[in-house]
């Protein structure tokens, strides 16, 4: 297994890199990461050269949104034709009626889904292939020492109904064009490798969260407060194969949830709370959170919402979409401001109880590292400072990383992996028995493909 170092200052040989790209769950950050694989014996250290961050350009982002929407309405409209004689689907009934796609088809210009998830990937493969020349400029470092470039964005969640409904996950990624572009191989799908058997579709970073992490006395419990609040619990090197004890729960929308209400309380003049302000000027509504919690059991129960209230189709997290347009059928009205007070207890809640949930699987005390936006909300932190009794609290900055590239890293880390062979999932974290190598291969040039078998041939025994 690699070992990661942040400073190259030992290193033996540093002659092969790999590129991470990782776009964020909001689509409005490109995060680029640069590693080098090398040492005293091949591939036995990765180092972090460059990592950088890149705001997608306003007009992808558009697209994305717009797209998704539709996407979501097309599923919704089939959704309701299936479940209209259904005993069981009163539940989604309370929410509210969302308009025909084909009144946002012609509001989008008549472009069907299908064509506007293809020109999604020609546009977010241009951006890419211009972060990667970027990242190689500032680091003065030729492509022909670039062993691979991996890849990874949220996509798009599709439900496709025949006998039975299966769901895909449509990568914003097109791995097969970047290659031909760039001439690199690419690295990329890697939760839609194998989805039956993933789980949930961030399980695939907790092996190079490891790798980053696990060089500490005690384990680290990764609370991640982004668009969604997940944590991962990464247990310390102390033992051998230690990475095995790893442990990943998604559990509520936070930022995401947190924008849309910010939002509603400033008339949407802005999306984000910046420090909490507006939160800590409403109150703790009782009867919302119990409002919540009363429906969040029936969906679960009953599983029986259009596939736009979850997370993705192969999970029962709910999303924002479901509490915030849940909150109009509540038997009491709450003002925008309670209702951003109330989601910012909800969230800390439902972390704290997803942990007590799970502590008895973690082997060893751990630290707390919180990343992501949201964690700059002051009530939002002071909440969960309340709630797991400590401000000791750390952060990526105190370990050396960048806050806004982090992911990049990792994903970069998944290429070395799968270059080597190395399995990046674990049978805990896909309700398999087996480990598996994630992500699909495009070759770049014969020169590029070639570089790779070599590398992986002389890290074979690394």
């Not at 776009?23 to 040492?39: N, Q, T, Y």
């Not at 290429?415 to 699909?440: D, E, H, M, R, V």
């Amino acid at each position: 297994m690699f070992s990661f170092t942040r400073s190259n200052g030992g290193l033996h040989r540093v002659d092969r890199f790999f590129v991470g790209l990782h776009i964020s769950s909001s689509v409005r950050k490109l995060e680029a990461a640069l590693i080098a694989c090398g040492g005293p014996r091949p591939g036995e250290l990765l180092t972090l050269q460059k990592s950088v961050s890149f705001d997608l350009p306003n007009e992808l982002v558009d697209f994305y949104e717009e797209t998704l929407e539709l996407v979501r309405l097309e599923q919704d409209d089939d959704y309701q034709k299936r479940c209209s004689s259904d005993e069981g689907a009163e539940l989604w009934q309370f929410l509210p009626k969302q308009p025909s796609p084909t009144k946002v088809r012609k509001k989008t210009g008549g472009t069907s889904s299908l064509a506007r998830l293809s020109l999604l990937r020609t546009m977010t493969t241009s951006v890419q292939k211009e972060a990667i020349i970027e990242l190689l400029d500032d680091s003065n470092l030729s492509r022909d020492k670039i062993v691979a470039v991996a890849v990874n964005d949220p996509g798009i969640w599709l439900v496709v109904n025949g006998t039975q409904p299966e769901e895909y996950s449509y990568s914003m990624s097109d791995g097969g064009l970047l290659a031909a572009q760039t001439g690199m191989n690419i690295i990329s799908s890697f939760f839609t490798h194998d989805l039956s058997s993933l789980g949930s579709e961030r399980s695939f970073l907790m092996i190079p969260y490891w790798i980053l992490l696990s060089e500490h006395d005690n384990a680290r419990l990764l609370i991640d407060l982004g668009e969604t609040a997940r944590w991962t619990y990464i247990p310390s090197n102390k033992t051998r194969q230690s990475w095995n004890d790893s442990f990943y729960q998604e559990v509520i929308p936070c930022g995401s949830l947190l924008n849309l209400f910010t939002l509603q309380a400033t008339k949407g003049e802005s999306l984000i709370d910046v420090g909490g302000r507006l939160s800590v000027q409403g109150q703790r509504p009782n009867e919302l959170l119990e409002f919540w919690d009363q429906i969040q059991r029936q969906a679960r129960d009953n599983q029986k919402l259009p596939p736009r209230y979850y997370a993705s189709p192969q999970t029962d997290v709910l999303n924002e979409l479901f509490y915030f347009d849940s909150i109009k059928s509540a038997p009491q009205k709450f003002s925008s401001l309670d209702a951003l007070c109330g989601s910012t207890y909800w969230i800390t809640e439902q972390i704290k109880k997803s942990v007590d949930r799970n502590v008895s699987l973690f082997k060893e005390p751990y630290d707390i590292v919180l990343t992501g936006g949201a964690k700059q909300n002051g009530l939002l932190f002071s909440r969960l400072s309340d709630l797991f009794g400590t401000n000791a609290f750390h952060n990526l900055s105190e370990l050396g990383f960048l806050e806004d590239s982090f992911d990049a890293v990792a994903v970069a880390i998944l290429a070395a992996l799968w270059a080597t062979g190395i399995p990046a999932s674990l049978p805990q974290s896909n309700n398999s028995k087996n480990s598996y190598c994630w992500g699909k291969a495009s070759p770049g040039t014969p020169e590029a493909w070639i570089r790779l078998l070599q590398f992986a041939a002389d890290n074979s025994h690394s």
